[in-house]
């Protein structure tokens, strides 16, 4: 009976916007259900996962103390709609015993999936990355976490440098941060593409948002929470 009311509630709870502009992509789609609920809604997916070397698999789940057994394959396996979206991996635990195995896997997902050209790959292991690169995946260098309007010059100025020689010494086209990076972002990093996710709910804020986004050519992605729902 919960599970029916729970399912009545996510479907009940599934916005369906009159135009999915394609830089909109949801957020945290990690659930099944929220993945299936949404795939119509939004031009792209994001989706938190873990290596697990012992299984030579992808586990979704956030953070490191996390318990779960949900499999990527499952989640790929699930979707109807997996022609018409783009899918944005977030690889929590990308290193190096782990960066050659786990790009021939996501290799291999993309393949039984058919999902050429639809797959970025993030991580905040810049040097990892080029094993993606190598396979021909899309990726994006998550910068580090800093407040650019509170830190300081000080900090700024190593966080800009460290972003700059990754960028310079792995060869990245694409870097990816918080909403609240993305004038920083723009004015250190003119030239570099760049991947951004947003996570306030005043929607009026959140479209003007979007809406500078959408109107920078250097700018690919957006990524959204569930609005006006009480499911997620």
Known sequence: MVVAVLLTVVALSCARPSEKPSKVWLHRANDIAKARCFQNDYAGLEVDVHFVDSLNTFIIKHDFDEVSDHRLEDWFASLE??????????????????????????ARLRKVFSLNGMIIV???????????????????????????????????????????????????KTISGYFFQYKFMQDSFPEVRKLIWYHHYDTRVRDSFIRLVEADDLTDVILVAVMDTIAY
């Not at 018409?84 to 290193?95: E, P, S, V």
């Not at 580090?144 to 460290?162: C, I, L, N, R, S």
Request: with cysteine.
């Open 81 to 106: 709609n997996r022609s018409k979206l783009g899918f944005w991996i977030d690889f929590k635990n990308l290193n190096q015993n782990n960066m050659m195995a786990s790009a021939k896997e996501m």
């Open 122 to 172: 993030e991580s905040s292991n810049a040097r990892c990355l080029k094993a993606f690169e190598d396979m021909d995946f899309r990726t994006s260098y998550y910068i580090p976490f800093a407040y650019p309007d509170t830190d300081g010059h000080e900090k700024m100025q190593k966080v800009t440098d460290e972003i700059r020689d990754n960028i310079e010494k792995y060869e990245l």
